[in-house]
């Protein structure tokens, strides 16, 4: 079994890695524009063969130090180059570079090519030839902080070239963005319950065209006749006749019981041409229906009462000009809510504020890459004409007031966020007493927010049903207030019971979102458990771990999921090791790590005990973080008490630090006193509770204490928390 890598645009990395499972592969994790997997050779074929969303399928090689050109020389040497390309075959470099001394990418594949044709002519005087269009071998190389990771593109071409596109359009979609397009809008069980497929401006015809061959059960790679592996010494021939043999036999079976149900227009008569002709090469052109149209005239099929409306409207940086074009888009949301009752739509808008000019609610809203251009997949349900929203009830007094004291915040709040380019922070925190709960936003930088309510616990005066109105109440004027949809409020909620006021069952959802910390993308669970797995109190706690881990080596106990080491490996840790008794944090844990591209034996796991570990592990480390939970009484380790063991956990911290090293040491007990007496005859201790308190947490200045410790002997260095520099 091997480890490979597909890259696909961002935003597609989730649903790759679903199909990557469906095809066969295992051990699958997304990373940032891309998917981990491992597999046997044949998993590698049916990801080239039938993946609709990667765009390449690397197999990596080897990785190495490359500082220089020398060094990247001699990695490229240590690789024995004739296991994968003949003497008399060709071969072609792509090199990327990122954060590396070697800043330019020619340069490094040129550094490249000469180490593999020095190796052949060292050998036998021969040497192989470059073909940058189609050759035997293409070697990918990526470059990131002076690392270099060399890997063979088995599929030679980006893989959204299916090898039908006879003529493309003036502004073209990439045929797998179009696959993630009809995947998310849920194409292929609208077919399968007979939908059909529309699209009022089809251009060329890449959305029918890979929604007709999706729902014939068709490889989207049939048409290719190159492959990156069909010239590598390492090709499995009949393998690969087997593997095609197979998606054949499926294609036909599928297209001879497909439906006529593809229709399309566009208002260029040459693009209904253009979709015309490659439609007949992808070999579906006999069940579309293609005409020139205005799209704002389009109707439904005669005889077809539900279906999909999909289309990629242009966005003024395409086509139109941009202050035209949210005219076209509220003219196409009042088109189809008047004409489509009881369709989907899904259309591909330019950004959020062409999205907000639609004159329709998004029941969900994804951010996709066309290229390097940031886009909106808006998905609408078109309701019938008589199921118009119910009038929403006004709010009552205390709802009002607690809707002015959010948009007071939101105010508040505002310049400061956006100036620092915070996503993750608190809105609200009980400041109306009789509104017991805490509202949090979790966004990314594409605009995209979720709000995470949790409720605090009610005075015991206050009956249970007056609590819980005034629950639904902040879920309401949350989601009008931040213009949230309910599917984007996780809402936590307490119980009484014999024991108490207590958090109540969770869902287990498996659901996870993407949101962005100090230019960091980290992952979060809003739903199935008690914390979301990033602590946004921490957050200038985070920021210092990332000021202090340059050149140092990095232990983060207790590391949940390890949001500490991507900002100490972001910040230029030698190493980082993160170590929790929990798998499933770690999972969780290595997932953030590969989002930001920290992988590889740099970025150690480690699943056990963490006094366990200190009291056996031997390394070194400059900076040691360590957040322990108030109480543990876990079955497979001893009961944890941070009051009465932080000295112990402390000192075996203290026993793996190096001379001139920091221990960051942090909580959220808040009854906690750290026993100084204990502790400052090793440790120089300082107090960084108050600054490390984050201006949208002022009401909770109690939510965690922070310390540094450094060893007694070394010179004190200058206070990274120095209050001057950090701002409340």
């Given at each position: 079994m ?5 890259t ?6 989730y649903?790759?890695r679903?199909?990557?499972?469906a ?9 940032l524009?891309?998917?981990y997997f491992a ?8 990801a080239?063969?039938w993946?609709?969303?990667?765009s390449r399928?690397?197999?990596p ?7 220089d050109?020398e060094?990247?020389?001699a990695?490229m040497?240590a ?19 990122a954060?590396?001394k070697l ?8 550094r ?5 044709v020095?190796?052949f ?5 021969t040497?192989?030839d470059v073909?940058?269009d ?10 990131r902080r002076?690392r270099a990771?060399?890997?063979?593109d088995l599929a ?5 070239r299916?090898?039908?596109r006879?003529?493309?359009g003036?502004a073209p979609?990439?045929?797998n ?10 194409w292929?069980?609208?077919y399968?319950e007979?939908?059909?497929l529309?699209?009022?401006m089809?251009g060329s015809?890449?959305l ?9 059960d068709?490889?989207p790679g049939?048409?290719?006749d ?7 010494q390492?090709?499995d021939?009949?393998l ?7 998606a054949?036999e499926?294609?036909e079976?599928?297209l001879?019981?497909l439906?006529?149900d ?9 693009m ?5 002709r490659n439609?007949?090469e992808a ?7 293609l005409?020139r149209?205005?799209a704002?005239?389009?109707t439904p099929?005669p ?8 289309t990629?409207p242009?966005?003024?940086?395409r ?23 009881g ?6 808008a330019?950004d ?8 329709l ?7 996709l ?7 909106t997949l808006l998905l609408f349900?078109l309701?019938a004409?008589d199921?118009t ?7 009552s007094?205390g ?7 959010l948009?007071k ?7 400061r966020?956006d ?10 925190d009980?400041d109306?007493?009789e509104y ?19 409720e ?6 206050i ?10 109440e902040i879920?309401?004027v ?9 599917d984007r409020?996780?809402?936590?909620t307490?119980e009484?019971g014999?024991g ?10 498996g ?6 910390e ?16 990033l ?8 920021g210092?771990i ?9 232990l983060n106990?207790?590391?949940?999921t390890?949001t500490?080491?991507?900002y100490?490996?972001a910040g230029g840790?030698?190493?980082?090791t993160?170590?929790d ?8 844990a ?7 591209g920290f992988?590889?034996a740099?970025h150690?796991?480690v699943?056990?005990?963490s006094l366990?570990f ?10 040691i973080?360590v ?5 543990s ?6 009961d944890?008490?941070?009051?009465r063991d932080?000295?112990?956990l402390?000192?075996a911290?203290?026993?793996r630090l190096?001379h001139?090293?920091?221990?960051v040491f ?5 009854r906690?006193k ?11 201790i300082?107090d960084v ?5 984050p ?28 209050s001057?520099?950090?701002k409340?």
């Open positions: 091997s480890a490979y890598f597909a696909c645009p961002k935003g597609l990395e649903l790759l679903d199909e990557l499972i095809l066969g592969a295992a051990d699958v994790r997304e990373a524009a891309g998917v597999g046997e050779l044949e998993t590698a074929y049916r080239c063969l993946s609709r969303l990667a399928i690397l197999l090689l080897a990785e190495f130090e490359a500082a050109g060094a990247l020389y990695g040497q690789i024995d180059w004739s296991m994968h390309l003949a003497s008399h075959g060709t071969f072609a470099i792509d090199a990327v570079t954060q590396s800043t330019h990418s020619q340069f490094i594949a040129l490249a090519k000469d180490a593999v020095d190796q002519r060292q050998r036998d005087g040497r192989p073909d940058t189609e050759p035997d071998v293409r070697i990918n190389i990526r470059l002076d990771t060399v890997s063979l030679g071409s980006p893989l959204h299916r090898g039908w006879e003529v493309q003036e979609l990439k045929e963005l179009a696959a993630a397009m009809l995947l998310r809008a849920g292929p069980q609208i399968q007979g939908g059909a529309l699209d009022p089809c015809g890449t029918l065209i890979e929604g007709a061959l999706m729902a014939a068709a490889a049939l048409r290719r190159y492959f990156g592996f069909l010239g590598w390492g090709h021939i009949a690969w006749r087997r593997l095609l043999d197979e054949r499926r294609a079976r599928g001879r019981a439906r006529s593809f229709f399309g227009s566009d208002a260029d008569a040459r209904v041409q253009t979709a015309k439609a007949q070999g579906v052109a006999g069940f579309f229906t005409d149209q205005d704002l005239h389009v099929p005889g077809i009462a539900r279906g999909l409306v999909i990629n242009p966005y003024g940086e086509l139109g000009e941009r202050e035209q074009m949210p005219v076209l888009y509220r003219a196409l949301g009042e088109a189809l809510r008047a004409r489509f009752t369709w989907r739509a899904a259309v591909l330019g959020v504020e062409l999205g907000r000019a639609m004159p609610r998004a029941e969900k809203r994804y951010v890459f066309n290229g390097a251009l940031e886009t349900e309701h004409r199921q929203p119910r009038e929403a009830k006004p709010l007094p709802a009002q007031m607690l809707s002015n004291r948009e915040n939101l105010r508040h709040l505002r310049k966020l100036r620092e380019g915070i996503y993750c922070w608190r809105a609200y009980q109306l007493p017991a709960a805490a509202i949090d936003v979790y966004g990314d930088a594409a605009g995209s927010i979720w709000l995470h309510v949790q605090y616990r009610a005075p015991a005066d009956p249970v049903e007056t609590a819980r109105q005034r629950l639904r879920v309401r949350a989601g009008e207030v931040f213009a949230v949809p309910r409020i996780a809402l936590k307490r009484r014999k108490g006021s207590k958090y109540g069952q969770f869902d287990q959802r659901q996870f979102v993407e949101v962005d100090g230019g960091l993308k980290f992952l979060v669970n809003l739903t199935d458990y008690l914390d979301t797995g602590f946004i109190d921490h957050r200038w706690v985070r210092r990332g000021e202090l881990a340059k050149d140092r080596r990095f106990l207790f590391a949940y390890a500490a080491s991507v100490a490996a840790a030698r190493d980082t993160s170590v008794l929990s798998g499933t944090y770690l999972e969780w290595s997932r953030n790590l590969a989002l930001n992988t590889g740099r150690r796991l699943q056990a005990d366990e200190l009291k056996h592990d031997r390394e070194r480390y400059g900076l973080y957040d322990p939970p108030t109480f009484n876990s079955k497979r380790a001893d944890f008490d941070v009051q932080h000295t112990r402390l000192e911290c203290g026993d190096s001139d090293g920091v221990i942090s909580n959220n007990f808040r906690f750290l026993d100084r007496d204990a502790l400052q005859e090793r440790f120089v300082e509770s108050a600054p490390s308190i201006f949208d947490f002022a009401r909770r200045a109690d939510i965690h204490g922070c310390w540094l410790l450094r060893p007694r002997q070394a010179d004190a260095p200058v206070n990274p928390w120095d001057a520099r950090i409340k």
